[in-house]
């Protein structure tokens, strides 16, 4: 393995200093020993042999320990490297690349701009986010592109109920009035991108489109992809869509695929409804509320649907009785208790 590879050759290159090192002392021992004059060797080859196998165990007992040691060492880093590659395999089998607190816009708007095709779903987009995404979006459309934006339905039940979520900051008609304003917005787009046949790139080409649908479906999270890679954000409780936590999804694995399955479900709702751009918005708005007619639009309407609680006055009275028939039947007890004795 990569990472093992250097300690594996320090380790043995360790043992072979050590070897040559070893084998170098004794080598002079040995000269030192028969350079000597016959008397000398005679009193002295005790300590030279016995200090030669003193050395020579030590070297060994040395050399297993390292060697052991050694061993153990790359044992540990194998097993950190086969985790790692089990996380980095988890990773991509679950599609996830990254996450950031917050949508990348400088990424996103670089996708768009590149993409022959981009795909956005949200419940609705302020002014902010359009303006900073338009640019981009003129530069995709004007070079023969295909952008499709999903937005929730104005008149789709998760309108109110989300406005409901929100504990009133932002109502329902609030919400209603935010999805009708990304509609014009887009409209105004749609018409700044719809360019004179002798301005197209090429002479004989289609111009870009801009498609832009409204779905009644409870929106659990926006997704803007391009290629193979998606954003995905999460619609929380008092948290602004653009502003949470978002995750970098590889849409050919893991979450991708479902991802791009959750898009063509949206795109084969029964009450889905494309926006005519080239039309005025406020003269769509019936058949948008045509396309959910069980909607309830108001906080009045969903009230006044709502079944009301029966008044049951045995309820309050039931328990009140039984409880002053045993406080009676305890003071009678008590008051023959008392004249018995």
Known sequence: ???????????????????????????????????MEKSQRDNMADEIFGGL????????????VAYATWQYREALETEKEERLVERLDAKNKSGVRSSSL???????ITGIASSPETVIV?????????????????E????????????LNPFSPSVTRRGRDRENKKGPEENRQSICG???????????ARPSPALLPKPGSQPGKLEVFCYDSLPSFSIYSWHDRAFVGFHLEGVKSS??????????????????????NLGQ??????????RPIESQMETLRLAVPDCPVSDSEIAAASPSKTFKPLRYLVPSTLLGIALGLKAKRSGKEDGEE
């Open 1 to 35: 393995m990569s990472s093992s590879t250097p300690s594996s050759k320090l380790g043995r290159r360790g043992l072979r200093n050590a070897t040559i090192v070893a084998a170098a002392m004794a080598a002079l021992l040995f000269f030192l020993y028969f350079r």
């Open 53 to 64: 196998a003193g050395a020579a165990i030590l070297y060994v007992v040395s050399v297993g």
């Open 102 to 108: 917050g949508l990348r816009f400088d990424e996103v």
């Open 122 to 138: 949200e419940t609705w987009l302020d002014d902010s986010t359009l303006k900073l995404l338009e640019p981009a979006m003129l």
């Open 140 to 151: 995709s459309l004007g070079k023969s592109r295909t952008i499709r934006v999903y937005i």
């Open 182 to 192: 990304t509609l014009e917005y887009l409209s105004r787009l749609a018409a700044k």
């Open 243 to 264: 502003e949470g936590t978002h995750l970098e999804v590889d849409l050919r694995v893991g979450l991708g695929p479902q991802l791009t399955a959750h898009i063509a």
């Open 269 to 278: 709702m029964p009450s889905l409804v494309q926006i005519d751009l080239t």
